[in-house]
C-alpha cells in the first residue's frame, strides 16, 4: 500500500498530535467555576464515556481522517493502451437553402445533429469541423475531444447562414490544404446539394487530391421555399425559389470510392455511414494513453472516523439537577 498525497500527511500529523497532547491532558476546570456544595448537586449520566475515553475516540477520528486526505492506494501498475482511429473533416454546409424547412425544424438543425451523432459514432477519431457557403472557414481544428467539438456544433446558428450561392470548388481547395498530410484523406459533407457546374468542379478536385468522399444529403426533393433572415419566403421575378435536395454530390461521392446516405430520423443511418467508412479504411495509430490501475482505500479509514466520531458524539454527558 502506498499513498498518492503523503506530503499532506507530513504536513499535518505534527500539530495532531500536538492538539492530542493538550486534548488528553486537559483538566476538567469546572471546580474552579462551581463550589462543592453545588456540584453535588449536579450529575452526569451514566450512559456517557468519561472524557478521556471521548476525547481518545476524536484523536483516533482525526487520525484516520488524515489518513484518508494522504488517498491510500493499492497500486497494481501502468499500463500502456494504444488508441488507433482516423482522421477526418466534417464540412457543414450554411448556404441560404439550409433554411429550409422541408425537414423539421430545418435543413441546418437537421443537419447539425446528425453531425453530433457522427461525432458519437466516431469516438476515437480526430476530427475537423468546416462551415462553407460562398467560401469555407474552420470551425474547429483536428481534435478527439467530442464534448467540445459537439458544443462548437450546437454554436453554429441561423446567424451563421449566409444567402450566398454554395461554392464546392472553394470547399475542395481548402480542405485538400488541410488534409495535405493525413493518410487517408477523409472528407465527410453534410449538404442539400449544389449548382450542376460547381459540383463537377468539385468532383475534379476530390479525385486529383485522392480524397475519399463521404455525403450525408438532407432535404428532400420536393424542396422547399428559400427562407430569408426574418423567416419570409424569397421571391424571383414574382415567383417563390424553391430549393430541392440535388443529390449528384452523393454520386460524386460514389466515384471518388466513398459513399453517401439520405439522412433521415434516427442515427441508424450516420451508424451505418462509420460502419462503411471504417470498413474502407485501416484506422492508423493515433497515440498512446498510460492508464494507472490504482485501488482506492480512502473510504475505509473515513467510514471509520465518521463512526468514531459518531460514538464520541452521542456519548456526551447529561447534566441533571438532583432533588432534595
Request: zero cysteines; glycine letters at 6%; a neutral charge.
Amino acid at each position: 500500500m502506498s499513498f498518492l498525497n503523503p506530503q499532506l500527511f507530513y504536513i499535518l500529523i505534527v500539530p495532531l498530535f500536538l492538539f492530542a497532547f493538550f486534548i488528553l491532558r486537559h483538566r476538567d476546570n469546572i471546580t474552579q467555576l462551581f463550589s462543592k456544595e453545588v456540584l453535588e448537586r449536579l450529575s452526569v449520566g451514566d450512559d456517557s464515556f468519561p472524557l478521556v475515553v471521548r476525547n481518545g475516540l476524536m484523536f483516533v477520528a482525526l487520525l484516520l481522517m488524515l489518513i484518508a486526505l494522504a488517498r491510500p492506494i493499492i497500486d497494481h501498475g501502468a499500463r500502456t493502451v494504444e488508441v488507433r482511429g482516423l482522421s477526418a473533416v466534417v464540412a457543414l454546409d450554411i448556404s441560404g437553402s439550409m433554411r429550409a424547412k422541408d425537414i423539421y425544424p430545418n435543413r441546418l438543425e437537421f443537419a447539425k445533429k446528425k453531425i453530433v451523432s457522427l461525432l458519437e459514432a466516431m469516438p476515437n477519431d480526430e476530427i475537423a469541423l468546416v462551415a462553407f457557403a460562398h467560401l469555407p472557414f474552420i470551425l474547429a481544428p483536428f481534435s478527439s475531444d467530442k464534448t467540445t467539438l459537439e458544443e462548437i456544433v450546437d454554436g453554429v446558428t441561423d446567424k451563421y447562414i449566409n444567402m450566398s450561392s454554395t461554392n464546392f470548388i472553394a470547399l475542395g481547395d481548402y480542405v485538400t490544404e488541410i488534409l495535405a498530410n493525413k493518410k487517408p484523406k477523409i472528407l465527410i459533407v453534410f449538404s442539400d446539394g449544389g449548382e450542376k457546374k460547381e459540383v463537377e468542379r468539385f468532383a475534379k478536385i476530390v479525385k486529383e487530391q485522392n480524397v475519399s468522399l463521404y455525403v450525408v444529403l438532407v432535404g428532400t426533393k420536393a424542396g422547399s421555399p428559400v427562407l430569408d433572415e426574418k423567416g419570409k419566403p424569397l421571391n424571383y421575378k414574382g415567383s417563390i425559389v424553391i430549393t430541392q435536395r440535388d443529390d449528384r454530390l452523393g454520386e460524386i461521392a460514389m466515384q471518388s470510392g466513398g459513399a453517401f446516405i439520405v439522412a433521415n430520423a434516427g442515427s441508424q443511418d450516420i451508424e451505418n455511414l462509420v460502419a462503411t467508412i471504417k470498413a474502407q479504411h485501416i484506422s492508423k495509430r493515433s497515440g498512446e494513453v498510460t492508464i494507472y490501475d490504482r485501488e482506492e482505500l480512502f473510504y475505509y479509514p473515513l467510514a471509520l472516523a465518521l463512526l468514531l466520531l459518531l460514538f464520541s458524539f452521542s456519548s456526551l454527558p447529561k447534566l441533571g439537577v438532583k432533588n432534595g
